[in-house]
């Protein structure tokens, strides 16, 4: 669980990956917290897991507000067992919550949550626009703002332009996803799918260290090497990647994914070394779902790889496509309110949408994924639908 919290009750989000959950609080205060857990599913033996906890500081803005951040992380959960919780330090305690830690297994169901429906939220960059202003009062209260939904829902997340100020210090403090690079780039698996989560930003804050972008590349290599693996992608055929600016976009702003030569599609060439880009290294290894955000629309692809459509046939275009299926879905909301489409929009769009809304996904099994866009505008219409339906998975399946 993770939060923000300011003399006062903590504020908890839940963030889990393969049998852990991270706990964080952020305090005025270089105390850390504990976390009190129980469950009815738990057995009594392991009530007493161990908890590992940490603490790290940073300063927010101007005033150089010092702010702690406390980090407590409970291992050995059972798969797809709730489990009620809450935390803090004797300076204040949350309210009672509850999660169902994420199910792994291949045999996975939608579990119930708060919200009745959802068992992961994915959150693709641009916070609360922005985290760091009010020196970093806005960040805090977005955190307050979304305890309602991710104190109960693992709330995954990736870096996006929105982050950047301060060495992306907000993202990085706040945020406690799997793996040991801050959050910027990780893996995680849920269900039939391996999901992948990106930093798009290495490509375009070289001030940030160069050595991040190429970090970053061969990471993803080694991981969907070993994704690929023949006992890996028999047990998680599907391969889902986020990251916050698309490899292609038909919206009228002159961003990276209106051009051609897109550093996040075909790498950048001012680079020494030359850095390469993501397109070819996700259709080697077969991905077969990119979503996306960044644009203030909702835009759905063509199955599509070197700018051109590769659907699986004329009347079913996403049944065994010939290369990956690329989502946007970066019309959530934000002050600068959504963009305008190019009226001439390339072969590969599919469907747009000005809309502000959001993409509901479902895993139904090996071979089957649903896709939908509601629209928040239409009082929760759904505007959009696809399924996804894959035979094979793998480089093999593009041809």
Same mark, same amino acid.
């Given at each position: 669980?993770?939060?923000?919290? +300011? ?9 889990? %990956?393969?049998?852990?959950c ?11 917290? +504990?976390?009190?857990? %129980? ?47 809450? %935390?803090?330090?004797?300076d ?6 509850t ?9 996975f169901r ?9 068992? +992961? ?7 609360a ?7 970093a ?7 307050r703002?979304?305890?309602s ?8 997340t990736?870096?996006?332009n ?12 706040r ?5 040991q ?6 893996s ?11 930093s798009?930003e ?21 991981d969907?090497?070993?994704a ?28 990276? %994914? ?13 680079t ?17 779902l ?18 051109? +459509? ?32 190019n ?15 959001y993409?509901?996904m ?5 071979t ?13 219409k759904v ?17």
């Open positions: 669980m993770q939060g923000s919290v +300011v003399r006062g009750p903590a504020v908890c989000v839940v963030q889990c %990956c393969n049998g852990a991270s706990c964080c609080l952020r305090s005025v205060k270089p105390r850390t917290p +504990v976390g009190a857990w %129980c469950s009815s599913h738990l057995d009594p033996a392991r009530a007493g897991a161990p908890l590992i906890s940490r603490s790290t500081r940073f300063y927010g803005g101007v005033e150089k507000r010092k702010m702690f951040i406390h980090r407590v992380t409970l291992k050995g959960l059972k798969p797809a067992a709730t489990y009620v919780y809450h %935390c803090g330090s004797d204040g305690w949350s309210d009672m919550f999660f169902t830690a994420l199910n792994d297994s291949t045999s939608s579990q119930e949550t708060q919200l009745g429906m959802y068992d +992961v939220i994915l959150h693709i960059g641009d916070f626009y922005d985290m760091h202003e009010d020196n009062r806005i960040g805090d209260e977005f955190m703002q979304i305890q939904i991710a104190a109960y829902v693992p709330y995954m990736c870096p996006g929105h982050e950047a100020t301060y060495n992306f210090s907000n993202y990085r403090n945020f406690s996803m799997p793996g690079t801050e959050s910027l780039w990780y995680w698996n849920l269900g039939s799918a391996h999901f992948v989560s990106i798009t290495v490509y375009f804050y070289l001030e940030y260290g160069q050595e991040l972008l190429f970090k970053q590349y061969e990471w993803l290599k080694k969907l090497e070993e690929n693996k023949p006992e890996n992608r028999a047990v998680r055929p599907w391969i889902i990647t986020m990251g916050h600016r698309p490899m292609y976009c038909s919206d009228d702003d002159q961003d990276d %994914c209106t051009k051609f030569d897109s550093y996040v599609r075909l790498g950048r060439n001012d020494k070394p030359p850095a390469p880009g993501l397109e070819d290294l996700f259709y080697r290894y077969g991905v077969d990119e979503l996306w955000a960044h644009e203030h629309t909702y835009e759905r692809l063509w199955p599509v790889y070197g700018d051109k +459509v590769c659907n699986g046939s004329k009347e079913q275009p996403y049944v065994n496509p010939k290369a990956p299926v690329h989502i946007i879905t970066g019309s959530a909301g934000c002050r600068e309110r959504t963009d305008r489409f009226p001439n929009p390339k072969d590969w769009s599919a469907f747009r949408s000005t809309d502000y809304g993409t509901r479902q895993l139904v099994n090996a089957h994924i649903y896709l939908e866009q509601v629209s928040d505008d239409q009082y929760g505007i959009d639908s696809i399924w996804v339906v894959k035979d094979k998975h793998g480089y093999s399946a593009w041809f």
